[in-house]
């Protein structure tokens, strides 16, 4: 092997990370330098992803698609794997119990209704004035505001295998335009609602110093052991998303054995939604080392909650700014129109939506309830708890509680929607039924967070807004 400029197999990657690190310092220094920009509150990552694919679409830049392409893919599951593997904090955090489990509700609800919305716009395209339309890509209007930039990546990918056109370039500018939403918009509407008294300005920034607890649990692993502790997450990120590809590839095999004919239509899906199983194999793997720990087998604790935490951060950055950067501003020739009525009425039914349902199920706390689910249906967990900050820096409330419990309750009630995506594409037949379950099923969870979460007889601060 050569190590010179010449071998660019050894040399790319170090230069697609470089040019990536290089957007993020100088977005940095946006945020830091430049107020417009620091008030419009855009997450530093989604800021270098647009400012990555302005160069890349003028000419000025040039990127390794599938660079960008497999750290989008890649980074969903390592950032949920690291989530998946940290230890539960030995108390119950304020907002947990009910809140979280409705907060899951909420939070596919609303997938429903985006859903629900976004289906109603591509097959009544479909079926008027653009015909060649893929009816189903009103799916991936939750996937893009909801779930964000992987989702909207992997769905994407797996619909252009259908035959969808520019499906994933489509489902990132979904994304894209999400994250705008939730922070240009969210932002507007915290104003709004400050002008009218609603809600009291949040003080200065509040100090997230790290402590020694934070960094060095009872129990853990010392710094002095002769493998360094970070060194020691990233193994075991790494021996579980390892242990992902291989029960994906087991699954993926029994399944073309014995079904040809649906392996065609379930493998995609499987590869795509790697993360669910990469997050279910972290957290058995949790499970096995507490037990060996609880048994005194194993004498010492090997996860360590703030460094996985960093490495859930990066991964998500990384898949952030790479997903934005990757969008082919040319294969939504032809896709603006749904584009943009998805884009822009996703928004608004998302916030209409949010402000009914939140009064009723968090009639103590609705302003913030609603500002932080705003922000995360819109964009990511991190523009959900930016806007929140604002409106409630010191967390009083237990909206930013509900964000991270209601994402975990989230995967379970969730689950359903996986075979409804897989479904749509099938038939228009096929494609009215996921219809119709979709309808059924948000009725369901509406019944539930009702049933379960009062009638907002405690009335929250102000009126409707």
């Known amino acids: 092997m050569e190590f010179n400029a010449s071998n660019t197999v050894l ?16 977005s940095t220094l946006l945020r830091r330098k430049i107020a417009f920009v620091r ?5 530093t990552a989604v800021l270098a992803g647009f400012l990555l694919l302005i160069l890349r ?34 108390n119950r955090e304020k907002g947990g119990g009910l809140d979280g489990v409705k907060s899951g509700a909420l939070i596919v609800s609303t997938y429903l209704v985006q859903a629900l919305l976004g289906l109603l716009i591509s097959a009544g395209l479909a079926f008027t004035v653009m015909p060649g339309l893929f009816k189903a890509a009103g799916i991936l209007l939750p996937m893009g505001y909801g779930q964000g930039a992987g989702q909207a990546n992997n769905v994407g990918m797996t619909y252009e295998a259908l035959g969808f056109v520019g499906g994933r370039s489509f489902g990132l500018s979904l994304a894209a335009a999400g994250y705008l939403r939730a922070c240009v918009v969210g ?13 009291c ?23 002095s052991e002769s493998i360094d502790r970070f060194s020691m997450q990233v193994m075991l990120v790494g021996l579980v998303y390892l242990l992902t590809y291989l029960v994906s590839l087991g699954i993926d095999s029994l399944i073309a054995a014995a ?41 010492r604790q090997y996860q360590n909650n703030y460094l996985l935490s960093r490495i859930s951060g990066v991964a998500f950055d990384l898949m952030t700014i790479a997903g934005i950067a990757s969008i082919n501003i040319e294969d939504l020739s032809g896709l603006w129109v749904p584009f943009l009525l998805m884009a822009v009425s996703g928004g608004i039914v998302t916030l ?40 409630d820096d010191t967390f009083a409330t237990p909206a930013a509680n509900n964000l991270v419990l209601g994402s975990s309750f989230a995967i379970l009630f969730g689950a359903p ?49």
């Open 39 to 43: 008030q419009a509150m855009l997450p």
């Open 417 to 465: 929607m996986l075979i409804l995506i897989g479904l749509a594409p099938d038939s228009d037949a096929m494609l009215l039924l996921v219809f119709a379950l979709c309808a059924v099923y948000l009725a369901a969870l509406l019944l539930f967070m009702f049933r379960f979460g009062g009638r907002g007889k405690k009335k929250p601060r102000g009126e409707r807004a």
């Open 259 to 299: 079904a040809p004919g649906l392996s065609a239509t379930v493998s995609p899906l499987l590869w795509g939604f790697n993360f669910i199983i990469g997050s279910a194999l972290a957290m058995l793997v949790r499970v096995v080392l507490g037990a060996l720990r609880r048994r005194n087998i194993m004498t």
């Open 57 to 90: 679409s003028v000419g000025l830049l040039e990127l390794d698609g599938d660079f960008l392409e497999m750290t989008t893919y890649h980074g969903i599951a390592v950032g949920f794997i690291a989530m998946s593997l940290r230890v539960p904090a030995g």
């Open 11 to 26: 040399w790319n990657i170090v230069i697609q990370l470089g040019v990536i690190a290089v957007a993020v310092l100088f």
């Open 187 to 199: 932002v507007i509407y915290i104003n709004i609602l400050r002008r009218r008294g609603r809600v």
């Open 201 to 223: 300005a949040a003080g200065e920034e509040t100090s997230n110093a790290v402590t020694v607890d934070d960094f060095e649990n009872r129990g853990e692993i010392p710094v």
């Open 352 to 391: 209409v939506y949010l402000q009914w349902t939140c009064r009723r199920i968090y009639p103590g706390y609705y302003y913030e309830g609603l500002v932080s689910m705003y922000g995360m249906l819109t964009g990511t967990i991190s523009s959900g708890v930016l806007l929140l900050r604002e409106i």
